[in-house]
């Protein structure tokens, strides 16, 4: 058994390197990756609470967050690809495609 302290212990630490991901780099696919890292840290700690109260509510909501997740990356790469046709670069910061 590994106690629930090393399991959210490791899920925090995804979760920072995931918001260090997206505050510190700029383009965009690393940041699309690094919201689905912090996606998967929560899902881990659901599945470790689930696991600790012996209950299956926690990997159902895991399931359900897997799909949207799923769900956003088909969306989200889309944009991504439409975007780099359109501008011919991903850095967040070269694009500017909602100014007026």
Do not use: Y
Not at 8 to 22: E, P, R, W, Y
Not at 78 to 97: G, M, Q, Y
């Amino acid at each position: 058994m590994i106690p629930i302290g090393w399991t959210l212990t490791l899920s925090a630490v995804l979760f920072c390197i995931g918001v260090a991901g997206v505050l510190v780099r700029r383009n965009a696919l690393v940041i699309f990756m690094s919201i689905e890292l912090m996606l998967n840290a929560a899902n881990l700690a659901f599945v470790a609470f689930a696991h600790q109260m012996r209950s299956l509510d926690g990997q159902i909501f895991v399931f359900f967050v897997m799909t949207v997740a799923a769900a956003e990356v088909a969306v989200g790469l889309a944009i991504i690809v439409n975007v780099f046709r359109l501008r011919e670069t991903v850095f967040v910061d070269e694009i500017n495609l909602l100014k007026g």
